[in-house]
């Protein structure tokens, strides 16, 4: 968990008790895989100063990722966390397969394709368990707003509408 003072928060006990780990940031949002022990973080300081950190010791050290200075929304990842994706915000959306080794812009990534139709506002991604399926939540210019949705290796728009700014992926 996040906050007050912008630390990161870990448990041992279920919540129980709460230890500060790691304060550098404002932080946007953490994602953590099945077992607890890999986690990511997603901060942002200013417009176009943002990054993630990932820890592999559930949160008692963390490791800033390659994926600095972009103004990060929000992030998920599938259980075992070895695929992370990234919203930028009227940016790329990016994912790693690697653990967070590497990330790469998605291809044909909805990012690029409203960039040069009035832009979006990315509000919420979602990871399916193998990572083949992701959603992606925006609000922008009409024809931009709404879910897309990733499958195989491609992005497409299925709803123009935004009832949520938030979505699950199973």
């Excluded at 932080?27 to 942002?44: E, F, P, T």
């Excluded at 993630?52 to 050290?61: E, I, M, N, V, Y």
């Excluded at 959306?93 to 832009?119: E, H, L």
């Excluded at 728009?157 to 699950?168: A, G, L, P, R, V």
Aim: aromatic share 8%.
């Amino acid at each position: 968990t996040t906050r007050p003072n912008n630390y990161i928060y870990v448990s041992n006990n279920y919540g129980k008790t709460f230890d500060q780990k790691h304060q550098l940031h404002t932080y946007r949002d953490v994602v953590m895989a099945n077992d607890g022990q890999i986690q990511y973080a997603l901060w942002s300081n200013t417009i176009n100063a943002g990054g993630a950190a990932k820890s592999t010791d559930a949160g008692a050290t963390w490791n800033n990722l390659s994926i600095q200075n972009q103004n990060w929304v929000r992030m998920a990842m599938n259980p075992t966390g070895n695929l992370v994706s990234i919203l930028g915000n009227e940016t790329a959306i990016m994912s790693s397969i690697d653990g967070g080794a590497t990330f790469t812009t998605d291809t044909n990534s909805p990012a690029a394709i409203i960039a040069a139709n009035g832009g979006v506002n990315w509000r919420d991604i979602a990871v399916s368990d193998d990572g083949s399926i992701r959603y992606a939540v925006g609000i922008g210019a009409s024809t931009n707003s709404g879910i897309w949705k990733y499958s195989a290796n491609q992005w497409d728009q299925i709803s123009d509408t935004h009832k949520s700014h938030m979505i699950e992926c199973s």
